[in-house]
């Protein structure tokens, strides 16, 4: 979000520099050499053919060219056994949901996908009004795993608001002609987008500072925003714009108002653990397995095997395990060795004959207030662009509403707050 917004706010003339905590910019999009001659993202990462926000920026930078789709399929693990879910027909062969729940379940996403207007769901929780529309088998069997594999152990806190917007995404992947599922990304994954965009970022006057952690900001003489980082180094800027979650804002605005710390600190996040592992051969014919089954470790089960370009893989398999969870979840508290061994252990519930030795790379990473959780009424808990502080303005991941985490949604906020700050500096 912070790149995008320094890109729009240089294009239109404005002199920015970019503070990065890291060593490399990026955030949650980062990517790293997962195994020889392949960079490829930390945690999984998809381009819908419907992320308009997303599609044309990367025409705005030049990388249009290179975005690639694939038809994809998506797998449910139920009652022990793995069921592809990919088509109409597979749909109403899958055996685990009557046909008259078949039937209740494509009317309720019919009705879903034709609703234009949400507000009304967000006093909802998704649970009450699932199983209203869905009736409650459907939510079981269906929609509660989905739920689990975006938020974990807080998927009974969400509004309905929320699984309508993942239900008007999730359809769009869809081609309308076919009905086949369609997802993509740039050929070289987001360390191409990423390092591309710092490229093109620096040839138009943007200044990046990597390893610059904000400690605190206040406000000087003039109207200025002071920013300390790490080592004491103190900047003064005529505007500042943070795209931290909001626990570092806390943080770092020793002196906000006792109003506005209340409303940043009621959004409650979730923290993930992601194991990666490279495999020697590809493991499911899905791009994502969906548990329904209870006891597993992880949330969901993503191979993106299914949507990088395979002559990047060669015959290998890449695997994403998620665990979304609360920051007091003790399993955190795990090694990453045994974090690898419980997964691999989990996956083997799945498929019988995985083997330990079918694993050629595995890696854990971890972040903390990754997912922000859209409760009931969460509209009113955003906080406005502009905030009490004269010149410091916020855009984060809390201010992504009725949508799931993605990156279409963060460059369009990314365009918001770089459209109010040039708003503000011409009425100056």
């Given amino acids: 979000m912070g790149l995008v917004t320094a890109w729009y ?159 008007n995404r999730l359809y769009g992947t869809r081609q309308k002609s076919s009905k086949r599922e369609m997802l993509g990304c740039v050929q070289g994954g987001y360390h191409k987008i990423l390092s591309h965009l710092h490229e093109n970022l620096v040839k138009i006057g943007v200044r990046i500072l990597v390893n610059h952690k904000v400690q605190r900001i206040e406000p000087m003489a003039g109207d200025k925003i002071s920013l300390r980082c790490n080592g ?34 009621k959004v409650r996040y979730l923290d993930l653990i992601c194991a990666t592992l490279v495999l020697e051969k590809s493991l499911s014919p899905f791009y994502i397995t969906n548990l329904v089954d209870s006891g597993f470790p992880f949330t969901g089960l993503i191979e993106a095997t299914h949507v990088i370009p395979a002559e990047m893989l060669g015959n290998k398999g890449l695997v994403y395990l998620p665990r979304y969870m609360a920051p007091n979840d003790s399993f955190g508290e795990n090694s990453d060795e045994r974090v690898v061994e419980i997964f691999l252990g989990a996956l083997k519930r799945i498929f019988p004959d995985f083997s330990d030795k079918d694993v050629v790379v595995k890696l854990v990473h971890r972040e903390s207030n990754v997912q922000p959780i859209q409760e009931t009424d969460y509209s ?49």
């Avoid at 392949?38 to 998809?46: A, C, G, K, S």
């Avoid at 199983?131 to 069997?141: A, D």
């Avoid at 993605?406 to 708003?423: D, F, M, Q, T, Y």
Wanted: charged share 25%; proline share 4%; aromatic share 10%.
């Fill in 232 to 265: 004491n180094k103190t900047l003064d800027y005529d505007r500042v714009v943070s795209t931290v979650p909001s626990p570092e804002v806390l943080r770092f605005w020793e002196d906000m108002p006792h109003e506005y710390r209340n409303r940043l600190d």
């Fill in 380 to 428: 009113l808990s955003i906080p406005p662009m502009g905030t009490p502080l004269k010149n410091f303005y916020l855009a984060n991941t809390t201010m992504i509403h009725n949508s799931t985490l993605n990156n279409n949604e963060v460059v369009r906020l990314a365009r918001e707050i770089a459209g109010l700050l040039l708003k503000d500096v011409n009425q100056a």
């Fill in 9 to 167: 706010l240089a294009k239109a003339g404005v002199r920015v520099t970019v503070f990065e905590k890291e060593e490399e910019v990026g955030g949650l999009s980062r990517s790293e050499e997962i195994m020889s001659g392949l960079q490829w993202d930390r945690f999984y990462h998809v381009i819908l053919s419907t992320d308009a926000e997303l599609l044309g920026f990367l025409d705005e930078i030049g990388l249009s060219s290179q975005v690639y789709f694939k038809e994809t399929k998506t797998g449910f693990f139920t009652h022990g056994r793995l069921h592809s879910v990919s088509s109409t027909s597979e749909f109403l062969r899958f055996k685990p949901i009557p046909l008259w729940n078949k039937l209740r379940l494509g009317a309720g996403i019919l009705y879903a996908t034709r609703l234009d207007n949400s507000r009304r769901l967000e006093s909802v929780s998704a649970k009450v009004w699932l199983t209203k529309v869905f009736g409650r088998m459907n939510y079981e069997n269906f929609w509660e795993p989905l739920l689990r594999s975006k938020l974990g152990t807080a998927s009974d806190q969400a509004s309905a608001s929320f699984i309508w917007a993942c239900i």
